[in-house]
């Protein structure tokens, strides 16, 4: 049994009143297992005392998982997860669906999925999870209850672990050269970089950079490269809002990605290619 009883759950105690449950979630969070930290709030909001009661309301279909290993989620899965509301549970008072990564939704399934969120029924609730919710249309975003959870991965930034020239160096090639920056990665082939490990953080610093990029581009004050504000404004007048959220999704794919057995040599050519916007349904 895996009880309920984490620093996610403490906060949501301030954030919620059980008794009076909305009928949206969006939950803003850097933690790598969205999934579980929506799984969280779905046994909080049903009062479970075991998280592995969930498994009850997936197996009998009263709640619905949206994920999706490709830069999109698409209109069809939208509508799809609509047909499957249609009906009322002979087994829960509630149901619940998931969307893990929201800011992947494109214009077609937001609006999509906006429509059903714009009459909400009272026995459907909706938790969608994003690491940044400025990549969430605000519209949807508006109709939710907000809850942020941050670990301590910002403190990376902080600290020597990767190389600031290293890493905005990268972006600007990827930003002037496109796909060719390909042609140019040997410069990029540390010995440090090409740790898994090392290779992860990179990533995730280059996820931070790109939020700072948008935070610039929508006249937001910069959250974690105040010192590099120079070399942030000059990636985003390469860009507009929809490439940086773009380069965003092609980045968590990344690091979604090397969860697993990848090449890293590999992974950061592939990395260049998506940002590069070539390869849109990876």
Do not use: W
Not at 160 to 187: C, M, P
Not at 215 to 229: A, P, Q, T
Not at 249 to 256: E, F, G, S, T
């Amino acid at each position: 049994m895996e009880a309920i009883e984490s620093q996610f759950t403490k906060i949501l105690e301030k954030y919620i009143n059980i008794d009076k449950m909305n009928h949206a979630y969006l939950i803003e969070t850097n933690n790598s297992d969205r999934l579980k930290i929506a799984k969280e709030l779905v046994a909080f909001l049903f009062k479970f005392k075991d998280i592995n009661e969930i498994d009850n309301l997936e197996r009998n279909f009263d709640l619905q998982i949206v994920k999706t290993n490709t830069l999109t989620i698409k209109k069809e899965e939208i509508l799809a997860l609509k047909e499957n509301f249609k009906t009322k549970s002979i087994y829960n008072s509630k149901r619940v669906y998931i969307i893990e990564e929201a800011e992947k939704l494109n214009n077609s399934s937001a609006n999509t999925l906006l429509k059903f969120l714009e009459e909400p029924e009272n026995d459907i609730i909706a938790i969608l999870v994003t690491s940044n919710r400025n990549l969430v249309i605000n519209t949807i975003v508006s109709r939710c209850q907000i809850i942020r959870y941050y670990s301590g991965d910002i403190s990376i930034l902080k600290t020597d672990v990767i190389d600031k020239t290293l890493l905005f160096d990268f972006a600007l090639t990827v930003e002037k050269e496109k796909e060719k920056t390909i042609a140019y990665i040997n410069k990029f082939y540390t010995k440090e970089i090409l740790e898994r490990s090392i290779f992860s953080e990179f990533l995730k610093s280059l996820l931070y950079l790109y939020d700072d990029v948008l935070h610039y581009k929508v006249g937001v004050n910069l959250e974690y490269f105040n010192l590099y504000s120079v070399e942030i404004e000059k990636i985003a007048n390469y860009n507009d809002i929809d490439t940086i959220k773009n380069k965003m999704n092609a980045i968590n794919i990344c690091l979604d990605r090397i969860k697993y057995n990848t090449n890293i040599k590999l992974l950061l050519d592939k990395l260049i290619i998506l940002m590069s916007g070539v390869d849109v349904d990876a």
